[in-house]
């Protein structure tokens, strides 16, 4: 895909700060939209499809916590990344962009070079899913997603590892300590209820009937319920 097939919008209510990074972005990527108000924002997401979504931290009247939500409640076709932005450097303003539901944060404002190479790896998974689309399940490992018949289901990190290693290997019943070895690198894991209450926990989301076991053998992926 060429970079000109790509759409990113910028919602940011004081965007004079970040124009050197946009114009820098602009050499790369002609369709670039900026918002500067909330309805405008709405309005135009409506209108496109857009890849890229990017949020200051920081906007108002609702901020980037709720205007994620808001955009998560949408569901809209073309499952745009989420990116918030700030100049804040802690911890704690990176931990509620990203339990607010965005894909990842990032602090570019001094830093326009960083963001496009950024920017340019973000879309590189972008190509990853859109090249896999054609299949009924698609995995994100770096953002734990899976897209199954292209809804997005998010799994606590573990979680995604425990199916990600069976839908990977569907042949093969995986023993608790190999599970226990393979994702966790102990196997004393194995010796617990953990990988019983992630197996339990992926059934919620797919069904009973998604993972079979087997006494003595273990786990392995069904897929003739999925993919």
């Not at 209510?13 to 918002?35: A, E, G, H, P, Q």
């Not at 990017?54 to 980037?64: E, G, S, T, W, Y």
């Not at 700030?86 to 539901?101: M, R, V």
Request: aromatic share 12%; charged share 30%.
């Amino acid at each position: 895909m060429s970079a000109n097939s790509y759409s990113i919008v910028f919602f940011d209510n004081s965007v004079s700060r970040i124009y050197k990074t946009i114009d820098l972005i602009k050499n790369t990527y002609t369709n670039v939209f900026i918002c500067n108000q909330e309805n405008e924002f709405f309005e135009i997401l409506e209108k496109t499809e857009f890849d890229v979504i990017f949020l200051n931290l920081d906007i108002v009247p609702n901020d980037a916590v709720l205007i994620t939500k808001e955009i998560k409640l949408r569901n809209l076709k073309s499952k745009p990344f989420i990116i918030v932005y700030s100049d804040k450097q802690d911890d704690f303003a990176q931990e509620i962009a990203l339990n607010s539901g965005a894909d990842s944060f990032i602090n570019f404002h001094s830093k326009p070079g960083v963001m496009i190479l950024f920017l340019k790896n973000i879309l590189k998974r972008r190509i990853k899913l859109s090249t896999a689309s054609g299949k009924e399940v698609v995995l994100d490992d770096e953002r734990f997603l899976i897209f199954n018949k292209g809804e997005p289901i998010q799994l606590p990190r573990k979680e995604f590892k425990v199916f990600e290693l069976l839908y990977n290997t569907p042949d093969k019943f995986f023993t608790k300590t190999e599970i226990a070895g393979l994702i966790w690198l102990d196997e004393e894991v194995a010796k617990k209820r953990t990988i019983d209450v992630h197996i339990y926990n992926i059934r919620q989301f797919f069904g009973k009937r998604i993972i079979q076991s087997q006494k003595g053998k273990g786990y392995r992926i069904n897929k003739k319920v999925i993919g």
